[in-house]
């Protein structure tokens, strides 16, 4: 290989190498819709997500690894951080510490979220959601022929809604502040 060509590739390999650490370092924007914001650790990575609030809940878990608040997820004057491959629905939280004021843009969280949950095999089937004494789930689209009956094949708890038997729908959770 040439000088120049030598040249060219260790160039490369150098931005890339620049561009993977820009990337892990950089504060990146959650993504915001109307169920709050989405933020992602990617490949095991730490992320931070800039969001307007004070602090965050974790509405819903993207990911197969479970999201733990001040281990896996967080919330600090940056915003969310996630790390570990933590991925999820994140929505600003109320009765907790200020980190700094609510910012611009700042609104109550949604009343009510989506949580679809499938019970696949028969078998028992975890979909982890971050519930509040006073919320409410219920069953908004059923998908499975298979009975969903509440205390027998699907209910929650403060860490999410679980289906058995062949029970497979979408519920909703009804904040109550």
Wanted: hydrophobic share 35%.
């Amino acid at each position: 290989m040439s000088v120049i060509g030598k040249f060219l590739v260790s160039g490369a390999a150098t931005l890339a190498v620049g561009f993977g650490l820009l990337a892990v370092t950089t504060p990146s924007h959650a993504q915001q819709g109307p169920q709050g914001a989405y933020c992602a650790s990617n490949d095991n990575r730490f992320a931070r997500c800039q969001v307007p609030w004070r602090d965050a809940v974790l509405v819903q878990q993207a990911s197969k690894v479970r999201c733990i608040r001040d281990q896996t997820w967080g919330f600090d004057r940056n915003g969310i951080w996630v790390d570990k491959g933590c991925r999820g629905q994140f929505a600003p939280a109320y009765g907790r510490p200020s980190y700094g004021g609510p910012g611009p843009g700042w609104s109550r969280p949604p009343q009510s979220f989506q949580v679809r949950c499938e019970s696949h095999g028969g078998s028992r089937q975890y979909c982890p959601a971050e519930l509040h004494r006073d919320d409410s789930v219920r069953i908004v689209n059923q998908l499975s022929s298979a009975d969903c009956r509440q205390g027998r094949s699907w209910d929650w708890s403060r860490d999410g809604i679980w289906v058995d038997r062949g029970c497979r729908a979408v519920f909703v959770v009804d904040r109550r502040y």
